[in-house]
């Protein structure tokens, strides 16, 4: 059963930055692609960035290239998400999310992994 705990949300001013982790448990290959993603109100959950947890590759959503980067630390399982130079429009719950490591060679940020995290909140205020 794989778990994806996520931590680190919070309010911050526009201009800010944090770190959002994501311990992840239950799997049992090492050939996993993970991601963060990410729903404001009213909105449809977007891809914001992944990671070949083999491999480190990484792809980013055109929203975060430049501002945020996603990193691993496989020997405590888990995933980061830096975050810097936040504007309000960037406000949503986060999610973490994993799948098999196809999903991180199809050069898109599909919300269709198999397994979620609960979610972090974000807020930035202007």
């Known amino acids: 059963q794989v778990e994806l705990v996520e931590s680190g949300g919070g309010s911050v001013q526009a201009g800010g930055s944090l770190t959002l982790s994501c311990v992840a448990s239950?799997?049992?290959?090492?050939?996993?692609?993970l991601g963060w993603f990410r729903q404001a109100p009213g909105k449809e959950r977007e891809g914001v960035a992944s990671?070949?947890?083999?491999?480190?590759?990484?792809l980013y959503a055109d929203s975060a290239k430049g501002r945020f980067t996603i990193s691993q630390d496989n020997a405590k399982n888990t995933v980061y998400l830096r975050m810097n130079s936040l504007k309000p429009e960037d406000t949503a719950m986060y999610y973490c999310a994993a799948a098999s490591w196809s999903y991180c060679s199809r050069g898109s940020l599909k919300a269709d992994f198999p397994s979620w995290g609960q979610g972090t909140q974000v807020t930035v205020s202007s």
């Open positions: 990671i070949h947890r083999d491999s480190g590759s990484t």
């Open positions: 239950g799997f049992h290959a090492w050939r996993v692609c």
